[in-house]
């Protein structure tokens, strides 16, 4: 499949598209989550906009086409390759750090399920030494607090965009000193609507409060989770 034009108005970004999924999902990404795109667009100049769960890299295109500093975390290996290429693609691979890793509550060495092979896919399960799916391997885990400060970046205030398919509340408990901090100063990540309570309450006991939620698109709800936006209270 060819090389196309991601839907961002504001600047011409490419992804190399490779089967029909990844072109359905991550083509179409800024129409897909316009929140994110408001998040991202919204965010002062030089905060260091982390892109946990990246997939093959909209968000972080997106964020590195505004200017911003990026950290792209992205766990499958496949979509690991995509993102860098989707980089390279648009001659912005030296515009951010891409890190092949998971980030959850504890640090270490875990197992990860694969859904699906192909690249854009995404559902993959962090955790436990059960087979889940038909291809599992284990991978490098951080935690947010080990880390934050680590990459070479600028020491500018952080922005987290989390989502990982139901390992959010982890990675939030992985950055519980952080949150606790000024390093940070905007949370968007999607909960799952039977954990949202859970990942708001947790930020709501260190300070944080939620600005904006969003779990419908074209009026239509998406079922299943909604993207909370949290601040300082």
């Known amino acids: 499949m060819p090389i196309k034009t991601l839907d961002y108005p504001r600047a ?8 029909e999924q990844e072109e359905r999902l991550r083509l179409f990404s800024c129409a897909k989550e316009p ?15 982390w892109d946990i769960g990246a997939n093959v ?44 890793a998971a980030l959850g509550d504890k640090a270490g060495f875990d197992w990860f399920h694969y859904q699906d092979m192909r690249m854009g896919s995404a559902s993959h399960i962090l955790g436990g030494s059960r087979k889940i799916t038909h291809h599992q391997q284990v991978i490098p885990v951080f935690i947010l607090d080990q880390i934050l400060l680590q990459v070479p970046v600028p020491l500018n ?3 987290l965009k989390i989502d990982v398919d139901g390992g959010e ?29 859970e990942i ?11 600005v904006g939620r969003y779990d419908e698109r074209n009026g239509q709800k998406i079922g299943g989770v909604a993207y909370g936006e949290f601040a300082r209270a």
């Open 12 to 19: 011409k970004l490419e992804i190399d598209i490779t089967n």
């Open 35 to 49: 929140w994110t795109i408001n998040f991202i667009e919204g965010l002062p100049e030089g905060t260091v906009f």
């Open 57 to 100: 890299g909209a968000y972080t295109l997106v964020a590195v086409s505004r200017g911003l500093p990026v950290v792209a975390i992205e766990p499958a290996f496949f979509n690991y390759f995509a993102l860098c290429k989707n980089l390279a693609l648009n001659n912005m691979l030296d515009k951010a750090v891409a890190i092949c």
């Open 157 to 159: 205030p952080r922005a």
């Open 169 to 197: 509340l982890g990675v939030l408990r992985g950055a519980t000193e952080s949150l606790k901090g000024d390093a940070i100063i905007r949370i968007l990540t999607e909960m799952p609507l039977e954990e949202e309570k």
């Open 200 to 210: 708001a309450g947790f930020l709501n006991n260190l300070g944080w409060q939620m």
